[in-house]
């Protein structure tokens, strides 16, 4: 239950109005049916007495308006029930996606090298859109039920008990039936994590641009639309032999419901042929049952969706309550306002799950107003240098220091706002050249309004700084790799921080802006703390 209560409180904070309204639209929409019961049973044993002249036929025409009264007031509540639930239900959606996105802004970097967690990531992205809101309309259906279902035993008790209990004996077999499906479904979907996520893959691997030229240089499409085409078939192939076991038990549940519905029908034929009940009463107790059966059904699928969900939305929580290792020290110390040195003493590290050590008992000592270069082949945990600077993960033995001091000592938004670095796989942001700068200073309140020799092509693109970069939105301007590169490079410089790193800085730039990125660093050598990564 703890789950259940978890989801249903998560909808109520992300609109707290809409939640009551919907709370309240519930309670009337249950509660309208069955006035017009008593209202219909009224008419028709008005009517049938023949009874319209004088008095009568003015509590006919009183008892006709206030049925369509209260038709026409059951349909407003379901319009505006219904603009609620549209309203309940973006809120959600942008509500659970705020905290998919700052969850996954606060993990660390370790738990996107693991399996499992992508296959818990899959799993909340897939339930956190709708689950919270189905724990809500589960709890809406049961409270709504029992009203409803109140109302109709009090209408069926003066006709006889054993309608109440044929009413009872009959959805048991589809009560069990739902939970039964409900674990089936759950353990396959769970189950199949990964093949599902391996149809995402190759899905997007056939849309996205990225990979578009080498689909169409090495004739990939065919075989990848196999591999998505052959996933789809097992996956569908094993949940039709579930749906085949499941669908059999629903038509034995269905016999079971016709079979009472036949006695409880004829029981109350037997009764108004003898006169024990009016036509009017007939009618009323005969819908009621109807009706009733089918409270009793929304009744059994609610508690039935509450069982579904909080096996499902335990997805969701799973992801949310993961904890970052990578964390802030509770007394943090400030950070040096005039950086000298960076050392890397003793340093071993290796990736979750991985059998050896990227870097083992490594040294180095990184000074201001020097250009420290690293070397090496690949694979010999160069960039990984970068990620242990930046606390991105923290070393297995030995430390990193800055100025002498442990950075797990320092506040984490703090020490990597002292760091400016170029990745060796740089993000191309699709937004505007400026933007694209301005993303390396986006923590300061202040930003140097500087344009390095690098970007002397950003005066060619149609709108200048200010040119959408990329073709993913309208407007944009492709570039070549080696000036996304250039922008990268001017995004590390733009933060201005005392520490710049700059993995395999120039693996895209022509001879030109080469010496435009030497002269760039000759410029910042003297007063900053500059590594320098490249291939052997």
């Not at 009560?175 to 759950?186: G, M, N, T």
């Not at 109350?268 to 409270?295: D, P």
């Not at 430390?399 to 060796?424: I, M, S």
Request: glycine share 6%; charged share 20%; net charge positive.
């Amino acid at each position: 239950m703890k789950n259940l209560w978890r989801a249903l409180l998560m909808v109520q904070r992300c609109s707290p109005r809409s939640f009551w309204l919907r709370v309240f639209y519930v309670v009337v929409e249950s509660l309208l049916p069955l006035v017009n019961l008593y209202i219909l049973k009224g008419l028709i044993d008005s009517v049938s007495a023949g009874t319209t002249a004088g008095g009568y036929g003015l509590q006919v025409m009183w008892l006709l308006v206030t049925m369509c009264t209260v038709f026409l007031a059951s349909r407003v509540v379901q319009a505006l029930s219904g603009i609620n639930n549209d309203v309940l239900n973006q809120r959600l959606i942008d509500y659970v996606s705020d905290l998919l996105q700052r969850q996954s802004a606060r993990l660390d970097m370790q738990y996107y090298d693991t399996p499992a967690y992508h296959d818990t990531f899959h799993r909340a992205q897939k339930e956190a859109s709708f689950r919270p809101l189905q724990v809500l309309s589960n709890f809406m259906a049961l409270g709504g039920s029992l009203l409803s279902i109140a109302g109709v035993v009090a209408m069926l008790v003066s006709a006889s008990w054993w309608i109440i209990v044929v009413m009872l004996l009959a959805v048991l077999p589809g009560f069990a039936v739902r939970l039964y499906k409900a674990r089936r479904i759950y353990r396959f979907r769970r189950d199949n994590t990964q093949l599902y996520r391996r149809t995402s893959y190759y899905s997007a691997l056939l849309t996205a641009r990225e990979a578009a030229k080498e689909l169409r240089a090495y004739r990939l499409a065919p075989i990848f639309r196999g591999r998505f085409v052959e996933a789809r078939h097992t996956l569908v192939k094993r949940l039709l032999v579930i749906s085949r076991r499941l669908g059999m038990l629903d038509v034995l549940c269905a016999i079971v419901e016709a079979a009472a519905m036949f006695a409880v029908v004829w029981l109350l034929i037997s009764q108004a042929w003898v006169g024990a009940i009016t036509i009017g009463s007939f009618v009323m107790l005969f819908e009621a049952f109807r009706r009733g059966n089918t409270y009793l059904s929304s009744l059994v699928a609610g508690v039935a969706g509450l069982y579904d969900n909080r096996l499902f939305v335990g997805n969701l929580f799973e992801f949310l309550d993961l904890e970052p290792t990578i964390l802030s020290p509770a007394d943090p110390v400030a950070f040096p306002v005039d950086v000298q040195q960076v050392e890397f003493r003793g340093v071993t590290f290796r990736y979750p799950d991985m059998n050896r050590d990227v870097l083992s008992n490594y040294t180095l000592v990184a000074r201001r107003g020097e250009i420290t270069r690293i070397d090496g082949r690949n694979g010999y945990g160069k960039s990984t240098l970068v990620k242990l600077l930046l606390r991105l993960y923290d070393p297995d033995q030995g430390c990193v220091l800055v100025d002498g001091t442990d950075l797990r000592r320092f506040a984490l938004d703090d020490l990597r706002a002292h760091v400016g670095v170029l990745f060796q796989d740089f993000v191309r942001f699709n937004l505007t050249a400026r933007e694209n700068i301005a993303l390396g200073a986006a923590h300061k309140s202040e930003v140097r309004n500087q344009k390095p020799a690098l970007l002397d092509f950003v005066d060619r693109l149609p709108q200048g700084v200010d040119s959408q970069l990329g073709r993913l939105f309208d407007g944009g301007s492709e570039l070549s790799m080696g000036q996304w590169q250039r922008m990268a490079i001017a995004r590390a410089c733009a933060s201005d921080a005392p520490i710049l790193i700059f993995d395999e800085p120039t693996a895209w730039l022509d001879h030109t802006a080469r010496q435009h990125f030497n002269d760039l660093l000759q410029e910042l050598a003297p007063r900053k703390i500059i590594i320098l990564i490249t291939h052997a």
